[in-house]
């Protein structure tokens, strides 16, 4: 349950310093290493790892609830689309891709206010009063009559669903060190993936109570899925924690040491609330690079959410709109499981680059195959690799960007701009797959493959720009470990540019 607000101003202040004093440079096993050597007395790696694991059980499950409904909300019109969406509301031409893009803007714009608002407040209260928002917004767009409604409802959805995915990410790196929020990032993003495929199938279902009170099955795809995100929003209020410093799942000496190795981890960078951070964050071309790579990856992000069923229904081979809906599954099911696994690996390893640019390669392969050969079978094994491709590198990319970032408000700033700009791939996206393009919509699929080609070079440059400033500030300054908590806090502002700080690379 929620606790007091106070809590951030004096409890949560170490757990949420930012970045790492741990060394990262080496690709070794042994330097990922849990910090066993330093963990707390009383504290080993089994006891810590048990500690770790209950966090786990507490927070991830619901988190990834939160966010495949949150998914599950933007991406439902279009499987409606496949019922009598466009015909019941007169859309012509492409009022349809009109539709997709409104929520674009308005969720961008959301994002970065959204982050300092649940800096300031709580995220018990914050997180649960926007799914509510979102809810009612998705519940009225099964009830809407013609093209200036759905407008008008896409509009105020994306206001509301805006500060979801960068608020969670924001809110796991307030309780895990770092190399610990990429598998935990992958676990929660592969929500999408997993509301991807519960869409389908779910969808499959609903529009069978097509004609029930008078409605269209896509009326009551939306109606019936903002039920639940409403209902999960009410339990939300009751079972979401703030931070670590203030869990009362936690026993005492629990809360101590989750505190103790966050400040451990992240040394003594700034935590309080400050507007200078924010221009901190702004004027960070290394956060602006991750924010061109991440709308490479999010165009084809939401081409493929969006489009999915659409491109499968054009493949030649299918005989029905409820049997693409159903063929959408297998896909997402297998880019589940890449996502979460590349993340534990990625953590393990403690890397980010190499991840990405393997993941860019496999979603380079799938865009290929699906402009270049006319085989619907060759097509679709090409669908498995672009969501195998594109999905895990969501997590990967705001993972190795939050990861260095200095800083806490800095951070949450940072991680909401990276997000923020890809989320603008959205509104490219919604125009990629028209109607005249069809069935093989090589305009859309060659925008998607230059889109991880610009993705996959920058993710090439920021790799070995990493390496070689954390070179550089090995051969100019004492290892991180050496630096006694005096000289940190004395660096306390500088954030990522401190001495003692090494990037993830």
């Known amino acids: 349950m929620g606790h007091a607000a106070e809590v951030g101003a004096h409890q949560d202040v170490p757990t949420t310093e930012s970045d790492s004093i741990n060394n990262e440079k080496i690709v070794t096993k042994a ?9 707390s007395a009383g504290w080993d790696e089994s006891t810590t790892k048990r500690l770790i694991r209950k966090i786990d059980l507490r927070l991830l499950p619901f988190l990834a609830l939160l966010y495949l409904l949150s998914f ?11 019922d009598t969406l466009e015909k019941d509301l007169g859309l012509k031409n492409i009022q349809y891709n009109d539709a997709l893009a409104i929520f674009f803007p308005f969720y961008v714009l959301a994002e970065v206010p959204s982050n300092m608002a649940m800096k300031r407040f709580r995220p018990s209260v914050w997180i649960p009063s926007i799914m509510v928002v979102w809810a009612i917004c998705t519940t009225l767009m099964g ?12 509009s105020f959805l994306g206001i509301a669903e805006g500060g979801l995915f960068p608020g969670i990410t924001y809110y796991i790196t307030m309780w895990y060190k770092r190399h610990e929020c990429g598998f935990r990032m992958a676990i929660f993003f592969s929500a999408a993936t997993a509301a991807g495929a519960f869409g389908g199938l779910l969808a499959r279902g609903i529009m069978e109570m097509r004609g029930m009170a008078g409605l269209s099955g896509w009326q009551w795809i939306f109606i019936l899925e903002g039920i639940l995100t409403f209902i999960i929003a009410a339990i939300a209020y009751l079972v979401m924690y703030d931070y670590p410093g203030t869990a009362k799942f ?15 981890d992240r040394s003594s960078l700034a935590d309080e609330f400050d507007m200078k951070y924010f221009w901190s964050a702004i004027k960070d071309w290394k956060i602006w690079v991750h924010m061109v790579i991440t709308i490479g990856i999010y165009t084809g992000l939401y081409s493929y959410s969006l489009f999915l069923p659409t491109i499968i229904n054009d493949l030649g081979t299918v005989k029905t709109p409820e049997l693409a ?6 896909p997402y099911v297998a880019a589940c499981i890449v996502c979460v696994t590349a993340g534990w690996y990625a953590d393990r390893l403690g890397q980010r680059g190499i991840f990405m640019i393997g993941n860019i390669l496999i979603a380079i392969v799938g865009i290929v195959l699906l402009m270049a050969v006319k085989s619907g079978g060759v097509r679709y094994f090409g669908c498995f690799l672009m969501a195998c491709g594109i999905y895990p590198n969501v997590p990967q990319g705001v993972a190795w960007n939050g990861n260095n970032i200095g800083g806490s408000l800095k951070r949450g700033v940072g991680i909401a701009m990276h997000v923020g700009f890809g989320n603008l791939g959205g509104t490219i996206s919604a125009y990629l ?10 305009r859309g699929f060659a925008v998607l493959l230059g889109g991880q080609i610009m993705a996959l070079v920058l993710s090439i440059f920021m790799t070995i720009y990493l390496r070689r400033e954390n070179s550089r500030r090995d051969r100019e300054h004492k290892p991180p470990s050496e630096y ?13 540019l401190a001495s003692f700080f090494r990037y993830t690379v």
Do not use: W
Not at 31 to 39: G, K, L, S, T
């Open 31 to 39: 330097a990922h290493i849990d910090d066993v050597n330093i963990e």
């Open 72 to 82: 599950l909300d933007r991406t439902n019109i279009g499987n409606a689309r496949l």
């Open 143 to 154: 009830i809407v009559h013609n093209y200036p409604g759905l407008m008008a409802c896409r």
């Open 250 to 264: 936690l026993a005492p000496e629990e809360r101590e040491e989750i505190v103790a190795r966050l400040k451990r």
């Open 325 to 330: 809906q159903l063929m959408t599954v297998p």
């Open 433 to 442: 797959f028209l109607a005249k393009d069809k069935p093989r919509y090589i």
């Open 484 to 496: 006694t908590e005096e000289e940190r806090v004395a660096e306390r502002d500088r954030g990522d």
